[in-house]
């Protein structure tokens, strides 16, 4: 859990804030759980850390400085009045104005599932909300049917959410995993609310998790898209898929439709964050879509487009995927590659124009791995903005109200959660930065502390001066950099700096010195630090702690947290959780890739009377188990959870973790067409495996299949012409001969096929043929039906098409100039569409094109009679007409010339 908030115990599958392990990682902890996480694994032990974090680096003229401390923020947002709503992943919605939180609008969290990435995590104020006073959050609601994301809209009263004024507007389908939700919801320029949803992390309908994930592919659901709606609920009609093979998926979040109604842009990995273009005239939108392992994207918002997730990850391929929609999905605007040790794309804002000099038409995107705050150009270009935000921010960003002007705010996870602001300060004096050390924090009296202030800097270079407050009474206690000051008292003391520039800006930090007291040691009794874990297995945990002041701590007073470790980086999992027991249910890797290299890492943190604590980790390892997948004969491809290997090959899984594998029907390196026969355990040929508690090998057993192809003598056919199939049976490269190979005919485009006769085996030219005649177009296949020891094969589909035929037009011999007469012909067989005649003349021994005319076509006994009346030429000599017929769906088709002489 996150939060005091009950967890559902649900399997956290696949990634972090969308993707694979630390690129996707809301890394949640406080600052005591992020300097426990770097401790060696367990058990280990960290006392009293102190929450700062250090300000970030920013370009010449700009200023970054810690506007409050929050747990876990999420989004802000503005009221007209300047307060500012924040988002807590936990569940609240704060109210912060004048300096300080001044309320909790909203505590959600008794509601909704916080645990992994989901909560509280989006907000938008209603444009006309001096009117509607309505705000709207998206969060991760704890139904009856599972942790489903969910729009809401809510009515404030004053600084307070009405109670019971909840109206639902859109609920996603349940998503097992806890990852991938998106969360973001802004307000259009036309009024309207834009809503990003994620690809649920797995596909509840069976497409697998992470890279084989493919959600966002299916129309007819929520995940993976941007939605649209107006703010009671309903569509817009201008929707780009409105229509009578759509529907409205705002309470179960699928239909039976082909598309759901509220869908404005598809194939989307996990916009995690969107950012509206204030400067725009009408509706303009970047998405940040979080990749998968290898590319990050941002993506013009575009009604009806689709970015190709799953198919491709920020404008490549996704080997994890077969499918690769080149034509028609559309590419970023921007990608970046994780090499550069960014891996995971969070928030986003465009620079209002006139606010920053040089910086109109500036998009701004952050990364929450490596900790920086990138700038796009008007022009492009791609600029650090921002470096040193730290490894967990920024979450979110949005330019706000600063006195008469506006700055950049933005939330971090960093030491535990901060909103921060950046600003322009131009040629002005900025304000210092103090930084404050201190060694030790608590012990026995007297305690003798050693105090540091030189870290402390000042943006224009300038000195500073330095005032210590060490006991809280207000009183400068030294104006040293360095000292060292002694307490005699046994309390908790909030020893202060205070940091002033030459031109008289201040800024101060704050730490607390525990004296006359020493942190509690905690104990995990279970489970064993030997323990390995099945996946999905019931583990409880268990502790205690003693202090040497406070003897033996209650169970309140022990706080547990579980961290998912994955290579270097982590992602949460479970807690805090209050108590000296709890129970996990043990995870699945986030994938075939994460099983090497991944544990769980069990925190548990105890806090004695006066709040000082100490917190210890254990590494909870699970059961490996190498599975052994093999083919007969050797060297086939099999596929194993999105992935594809040659067999045989081992792989590390974990006991009880599901393994998709697939034997799918492949060639050979002798180019023998190969098809599944049977599994070592019996199952079919695409299967999950429930990995063992021991190593094992499982083996696909191959059998060679024919392969049959066809071509046509003539793919365009005139009206009750011939064509003739040839077809060829392999078997590695020999064609098989005397095998009844049946002809099957298809009149409506493929959709229905009847069979259509035998194809003959010609043992001169070493193929089967058989000719057809074609009255109308239609698709042939020819299928192999002779051997029960193979399953029948199909060829590939020939298409055939039927020229329509025309007879030569009928005129009389001779024509008086200037005279009309009248034309006409046959057309075989009937056909709806248009016919015209093309008229050319003789001029100095060229025939040289005239005019035409459109004619009349009418049935006549099963043909077409086309008919041209009060044609007139102007000219005398040698004349010739044709006719031609085209119905859209037919090639166009000339008839016969006919001479005649105009007089």
Request: hydrophobic letters at 35%; aromatic letters at 10%.
């Amino acid at each position: 859990m996150i939060g005091a908030v009950r967890a559902r115990g649900r399997s956290e599958r696949c990634r972090g804030w969308g993707k694979r392990m630390y690129r996707r990682s809301i890394v949640w902890v406080l600052a005591l759980i992020l300097l426990a996480s770097s401790l060696p694994q367990g058990p280990a032990a960290q006392a009293a850390p102190q929450n700062t974090v250090t300000a970030a680096t920013v370009p010449g003229g700009f200023e970054d400085r810690k506007v409050a401390d929050v747990f876990l923020p999420t989004a802000l947002e503005w009221m007209p009045d300047g307060h500012m709503l924040v988002t807590t992943q936990p569940g609240q919605l704060k109210v912060y104005n004048g300096g300080s939180f001044i309320t909790n609008a909203l505590d959600l969290s008794g509601r909704i599932c916080s645990n992994s990435e989901r909560g509280l995590l989006g907000i938008a104020v209603d444009p006309a909300y001096t009117t509607t006073k309505h705000v709207f959050l998206f969060y991760t609601a704890d139904t009856t049917s599972g942790c489903r994301n969910r729009v809401s809209r809510f009515t404030m009263s004053g600084n307070k959410v009405v109670s019971g004024s909840e109206r639902i507007l859109l609920t996603a389908d349940p998503a097992s995993a806890g990852n991938h939700n998106g969360g973001d919801i802004h307000f259009g320029k036309d009024g309207t609310l834009y809503v990003s949803l994620g690809d649920g992390g797995c596909d509840p309908y069976g497409g697998g998790c992470a890279g084989s994930n493919n959600a966002a592919r299916d129309r007819n659901s929520l995940f993976g898209k941007i939605l649209r709606i107006n703010k009671d609920g309903s569509v817009p009609g201008t929707n780009p898929y409105i229509g009578s093979n759509s529907a409205r998926c705002n309470v179960s979040g699928n239909t039976s439709a082909t598309w759901c109604k509220e869908t404005f842009a598809w194939g989307l990995r996990n916009p995690f964050r969107f950012a509206m273009d204030p400067n725009a005239t009408t509706t303009r939108f970047f998405i940040n879509d979080v990749g998968q392992n290898r590319w990050e994207e941002v993506d013009s918002g575009v009604k009806g487009a689709d970015y190709g997730w799953s198919c491709r990850e920020g404008g490549y391929d996704n080997p994890e995927q077969s499918c690769s929609p080149t034509s028609g999905a559309r590419g970023p605007i921007l990608n970046y590659s994780h090499d550069s040790g960014c891996a995971s794309i969070t928030g986003g804002a465009f620079v209002p124009n006139g606010l920053w000099p040089g910086f109109n038409g500036s998009y701004l995107y952050a990364d929450y791995v490596c900790g920086k705050i990138f700038r796009r150009t008007a022009t492009g270009a791609i600029t650090t903005f921002v470096s040193g935000l730290g490894s967990s921010s920024a979450v979110h960003m949005a330019f706000g109200p600063l006195g008469s002007g506006r700055a950049l705010y933005y939330t971090t996870y960093e030491g535990g959660g901060q909103i921060r602001r950046i600003r322009y300060a131009g040629t002005s004096n900025r304000a210092p930065v103090a930084s404050l050390k201190a060694s030790p924090t608590y012990g026995r009296l007297p305690l003798a502390v050693g105090f540091d202030a030189s870290a402390s800097r000042d943006p224009e270079g300038g000195a500073l001066t330095y005032a210590w407050d060490f006991n809280g009474d207000g009183v400068v206690d030294s104006r040293s950099a360095k000292i060292s000051y002694t307490y005699r008292l046994s309390r908790n003391f909030a020893a202060k700096l205070t940091v002033r520039d030459v031109h008289g800006a201040v800024d101060s930090a704050t730490t607390t010195i525990y004296a006359g007291n020493t942190p509690p040691t905690p104990k995990i009794t279970a489970p064993a630090a030997t323990k390995l874990f099945r996946v999905g297995e019931s583990i409880s945990l268990q502790g205690a702690a003693t202090d040497t002041q406070d003897g033996t701590l209650a169970g309140t007073r022990l706080t547990w947290r579980v961290i998912k470790v994955h290579a270097t980086h982590t992602h949460p999992f479970a807690g805090p959780t209050v108590g000296a027991r709890t129970t996990i249910t043990a995870p699945p890797p986030e994938d075939l890739a994460a099983t090497s290299n991944s544990y769980l890492r069990l925190q548990l943190t105890a806090t004695d009377a006066r709040g000082l604590s100490r917190t210890i980790t254990q590494r909870l390892n699970p059961r490996k188990v190498s599975i052994t997948l093999a083919t007969s004969p050797r060297g086939l491809r099999l596929g194993i959870n999105g992935r594809t290997i040659v067999a045989p090959a081992t792989v590390t899984s974990w006991q009880t973790y599901g393994l998709r594998v697939s034997a799918p029907p492949q060639y050979d390196s002798a180019g023998r067409y190969m098809v599944f026969s049977r599994w070592s355990d019996g199952r079919s040929a695409a299967h999950t495996i429930v990995t063992p508690a021991s190593a094992a090998t499982y083996m696909a057993t191959y059998k060679v299949q024919p392969t049959l192809t066809q071509s046509a003598s003539s793919t365009l056919v005139q009206y009750d012409g011939p064509t003739t199939l040839t077809g060829h049976l392999r078997s590695s490269t020999t064609t098989l001969a005397q095998r009844t190979v049946t002809v099957w005919r298809s009149l409506d485009g493929g959709r229905t096929w009847l069979r259509d006769g035998l194809a003959t085996y010609n043992a001169t030219r070493n193929r089967y043929t058989a000719t057809r005649r074609l009255t109308r177009n239609a698709h042939f296949q020819m299928r192999y039906d002779g051997n029960t020891t193979y399953a029948s094969d199909r060829s590939n589909v020939v298409s055939v098409l039927s020229k329509a035929s025309l007879t030569r037009p009928v005129t009389p011999d001779t024509v008086s100039r200037n005279v009309s007469f009248t034309t006409y012909g046959y057309l075989k067989p009937y056909h709806a569409g248009s016919t015209a005649l093309f008229f050319r003349r003789y001029v100095n021994g060229t025939w040289t094109y005239y005019g035409a005319g459109k004619a009349t076509n009418t049935a006549f006994d099963g043909y077409t009679l086309y008919t041209l009346s009060g044609y007139s030429l102007p000219y005398a000599g040698s004349w010739k007409v044709r006719a031609n017929h085209s119905d859209g769906s037919h090639a166009a088709t000339y008839g016969p010339w006919r001479y005649f002489t105009v007089k």
